[in-house]
Nanobody, 111 residues
Framework: VQLQASGGGLVHAGGSLRLSCVAS????????MKWGRQAPGKGIERVAT????????HTIDSVQDRFTISRDNDKNTLYLQMHSLKPEDSGVYFC?????WGQGTKVTVSS
């Protein structure tokens, strides 16, 4: 199993980023996926989940209306579109499924 996230970077508060996660080694289209983030010194917090065919998704309250999770099953790729970013959104973002997390991508939001 490989999960490679990308798209992180440094952005000013109010800015936008789109994260991507390319998956391989399992049946992506049949697997519910999630994005999580980890702030320094804390555990991974799940922020968004999407089912296998993309017909259902959920985001936590703190990012609702700002973050959108989506997927392209033809490309085995998971996305997280983030708008109106806040400094508290900073952290390392990971994609994953079940109890597996892949390699992360760092997001830094400056105030």
């Amino acid at each position: 199993v490989q999960l490679q996230a990308s798209g992180g970077g440094l952005v000013h508060a109010g800015g936008s980023l789109r994260l991507s996660c390319v998956a391989s080694g399992f049946t992506f289209a049949r697997t519910a996926m999630k994005w999580g983030r980890q702030a320094p010194g804390k555990g991974i917090e799940r922020v968004a989940t999407i089912n296998g065919d993309g017909s259902w998704s959920h985001t936590i309250d703190s990012v609702q209306d700002r973050f959108t999770i989506s997927r392209d099953n033809d490309k085995n790729t998971l996305y997280l579109q983030m708008h109106s970013l806040k400094p508290e959104d900073s952290g390392v973002y990971f994609c994953g499924f079940n109890d597996i997390w892949g390699q992360g991508t760092k997001v830094t939001v400056s105030s």
